[in-house]
């Protein structure tokens, strides 16, 4: 009497192995498509991040059980997932990925046959550039400043990210994609895979700089180039290559509470550009070449803000006015 419930359980076990053995060989696909190692790395952590708010330990399995529903119900879900994110108080950029990452791959499963859900997660409106100067120069000193007073090992790794965010504007995916071997201290040069770029670009490392990046080296002291440049140092993943994450906890939590400076690694960046700006009075030009941005007009809002423009003209208006 219990054979045929066996039977059944058995085989029930066979499809969803099956299930998650395609899922997981399709994830492995679609990632691998994507030229940009930056794009990989985050869209990777979009689907561990949406394994953990679908309940499951397996993003096989969760995705497998995602592509089964129907367009309504995974709707429903890719909502909720969007409303816990603007809750938590995310940033647009964040919460845009997400759904980019979760439409990409959904779309990438109807080509190659997983599913027939059509699927249209909303991002959120992204906000204009409103603070563009970061924690300015002092909130960078005081940074630096609490980051040289720790443990040896923890020092020369946060002093470096610190460097290399403000005094070459890198992003914190550029310096968490960052292997041993993109730093050639002999030619002072550092090659950084920028962002929506497919190819390593040569930057030029300055001299304060360069230090930092001697001065961690010396302390990991690892010969393998492929090794990640910037590694976790707790415990749990030591060893580890240090996630964007892990980046902004050490800039904001970590740094930013001791020095009582409100700051994200982004922050530094926008000091770095604004600071560019004031250094060579306006020139667009080359704090564009510096921030790598794609359009001046970005370059511009740096420089309204930094300049206050609107306040000029508003406090003009005023004194008009009497």
């Known amino acids: 009497m219990a054979w045929p419930v066996v039977r059944g359980i058995g085989a029930a076990l066979i499809t969803e192995t099956a299930a998650r053995e395609k899922v997981s060989d399709a994830l492995a696909l679609w ?35 995602f592509l089964r529903l129907d367009d309504g119900q995974a709707h429903a879900v890719v909502d909720k997932w969007r409303a816990d994110k603007i ?30 859900l059509r699927l249209e997660a909303k991002g959120v409106k992204a906000k204009a550039y409103r603070d563009t100067r970061g924690p300015g120069i002092r909130g960078v000193q005081g940074l630096l400043s609490v980051a040289q007073d720790q443990k040896p090992e923890k020092a020369a790794r946060d002093a470096a990210i610190i460097r290399l965010a403000y005094g070459l504007g890198l992003r914190r995916g550029e310096i968490e994609s960052l292997d041993i071997g ?24 300055p001299a304060n700089t360069k230090q930092a990046l001697a001065d961690w080296l010396a302390v990991l002291g690892s010969c393998d180039l492929k090794s990640p440049l910037f590694i976790a ?28 400076v409100r700051a994200r690694p982004h922050g530094l960046r926008h000091t770095g550009i604004t600071s560019a700006l004031d250094a060579f009075n306006g020139d667009y030009r080359k704090a564009r070449a510096f921030s790598r941005h794609a359009s001046l007009d970005t370059v511009r809002r740096y420089d309204d803000n930094r300049a206050d423009h609107a306040g000029q003209v508003a406090a003009t208006l005023d004194s008009i006015l009497g």
């Open 182 to 205: 993109h730093v050639d201290l002999a030619r002072g040069t550092l090659f950084v895979l920028g962002k929506g770029r497919t190819e390593r670009e040569p930057m030029t490392i």
């Open 87 to 116: 809750v938590l108080g995310l940033s647009p950029a964040t919460i845009n990925r997400s759904m980019s990452a979760i439409n990409s791959l959904v779309s990438y499963a109807r080509r190659v046959g997983l599913t027939k």
């Open 31 to 65: 990632l691998a498509g994507f030229s940009s190692e930056n794009t990989r790395r985050a869209y990777a952590r979009e689907i561990e991040a949406f394994t953990v708010f679908a309940g499951h330990e397996d993003s096989a399995l969760a995705v497998a059980a």
């Open 233 to 260: 140092l707790d415990r749990n993943t030591h060893g580890q290559r240090l996630a964007g994450n892990g980046i902004y906890h050490i800039v904001r939590s970590q740094l930013g509470a001791k020095a009582g």
